[in-house]
């Protein structure tokens, strides 16, 4: 067993699901962050136990040709991204190498090399944001959490978001503290503020702003409307009323304090209405070229009936419609499903239906019902689907079934369940959606 605070050298082996550097240190798995694979270091252990432990950089020995300066600041407090102290060459070449070996792994694959869609740029891509809010001496501030904690790091300008969003963020908080409005203590369940939620559409302009509360109103919003009509696309300000303890960012109710409370954005030559609680890709730029793939994959006829599990506001259903017979949306989110018939709507699609609900029951009602889907395309979030969606799956037994995930895990393991049920794995392929950051998405395409 290693010795905590002891100083080892060691080489860096291999990268962890997070991104931290693996390396063997007496036969024990040695974990650390802001390391690069083939780079010699010392090493300070900070956590000893059996099998494991992690330690941190005192010293690189060996530093790899990968190792670049840092543009951020503050990117080894801030627990946003994971990659800025490595070129993005590697970071790409990372994340590929992650997805195959769990396909090869737990999905039982031989795959040689994997191809990854790798983004054109690490900045300003981002069209949503999150920021945590918080005070230091009756000073309010907003930044992003430390890496495992709920303490906010401050930061004046992150660099994977567009410049309105800072500018968003600094104008609520200015106002904040400009009127004495407390900002929320999660400990003591007391203040207001407790996140600033900003969604930007890429191709319309229009900045969507929420704001996540501990009550029921905001003092002095006519004062925060026109100070946020100062920053170029503002449209609507939301309260979304949260008063429940926990880690949950956005309330159930929405209030609409200035505007229609939604934005709209287009992707795939298609308009979506976008409210807070839509799901809909970070990243549109490489959101379309995830798309595109999982269409072509697809290969969808005019005779299909396509069945789109855990669809959001619709983004891919009815970018599908136009090659389909018949396209079928499912979402847990009654906003999301909302949305997507409005989307259908706008865009003149008439052959398609949007319901309500867990994906697996909705999945498995649709085929007691008798409707079966020649080609299914599911995105689930991280924990993968269910037993009740693999069952459905199982039942209905389409020809193709297009996986896109977040979690290469959770996807291989699906896709050794599938392949129980008389699947084959056709296509992979990784798609990097999160520059600078540790997620991953990957796509998969499975023939009966």
């Given amino acids: 067993m290693l010795i905590k605070n002891q100083i080892y050298e060691a080489v860096i082996t291999d990268y962890t699901s997070e991104g931290q550097g693996v390396a063997k240190i007496e036969g024990c798995a040695v974990f650390i962050p802001n390391a690069i694979f083939g780079e010699k270091v010392r090493v300070r252990i900070e956590k000893a136990q059996k099998t494991w432990a992690s330690g941190k950089i005192v010293e690189i020995l060996e530093r790899s040709p990968h190792r670049v300066n840092r543009e951020c600041p503050v990117a080894k407090l801030c627990g946003g991204c994971d990659f800025w102290h490595m070129d993005y060459e590697e970071e790409a070449r990372l994340k590929a190498e992650r997805v195959r070996n769990c396909l090869n792994r737990i999905g039982g694959e031989n795959l040689e090399t994997l191809p990854i869609l790798s983004?054109?740029?690490c900045h300003g891509y981002r069209n949503k944001a999150q920021y945590p809010v918080s005070s230091r001496k009756g000073r309010a501030y907003a930044g992003f959490f430390r890496a495992g904690t709920h303490s906010v790091v401050e930061n004046d300008r992150c660099l994977i978001l567009p410049e309105e969003m800072d500018r968003v963020k600094e104008a609520v908080i200015a106002h904040m503290n400009r009127f004495r409005i407390p900002a929320y203590d999660e400990t003591a369940h007391q203040g207001l503020v407790r996140h600033i939620y900003v969604r930007r559409g890429v191709v319309s302009g229009q900045v969507l702003v929420c704001l996540a509360v501990n009550g029921r109103q905001y003092p002095h919003a006519p004062e925060l409307v026109e100070e946020l009509k100062k920053i170029p696309g503002f449209t609507t300000l939301v309260l979304s009323v949260n008063t429940k303890k926990g880690n949950v960012i956005l309330g159930d109710e929405f209030i609409p304090l200035y505007g229609p409370g939604?934005?709209?954005d287009t992707l795939c030559g298609l308009t979506?209405?976008?409210?807070?609680?839509?799901f809909y890709q970070v990243n549109h730029h490489q959101a379309q070229r995830l798309y595109e793939a999982a269409i072509s994959q697809a290969e969808i006829t005019k005779e299909d009936t396509v069945l789109d599990l855990y669809c959001g506001v619709g983004t891919i259903t009815l970018a599908m419609a136009g090659a389909a017979g018949k396209v079928i949306g499912v979402e847990v989110v009654p906003q999301?499903?909302?949305d997507a018939r409005e989307n259908a709507r706008?865009?003149?699609?008439?052959?398609?239906?949007?319901f309500c609900g867990d994906a697996g029951q909705a999945a498995l009602e649709l085929e007691k019902n008798g409707i079966r889907a020649d080609v299914a395309i599911v995105d689930p979030p991280r924990k993968g689907l269910d037993a009740d969606t693999i069952e459905a799956l199982h039942r209905m037994s389409p020809r193709r079934i297009v996986y896109v995930s977040c979690d290469p895990a959770t996807l291989a393991r699906d896709v050794a369940l599938l392949k129980e049920r008389g699947y084959t794995l056709k296509n992979a392929l990784a798609a990097d959606l999160f520059p600078r950051c540790s997620h991953v998405e990957s796509i998969v395409c499975l023939c009966r």
């Fill in 119 to 121: 983004a054109p740029t």
């Fill in 262 to 264: 939604t934005i709209a």
């Fill in 272 to 278: 979506f209405r976008l409210s807070p609680r839509s």
């Fill in 346 to 354: 706008r865009n003149g699609i008439e052959n398609a239906e949007f």
């Fill in 336 to 338: 999301a499903v909302e």
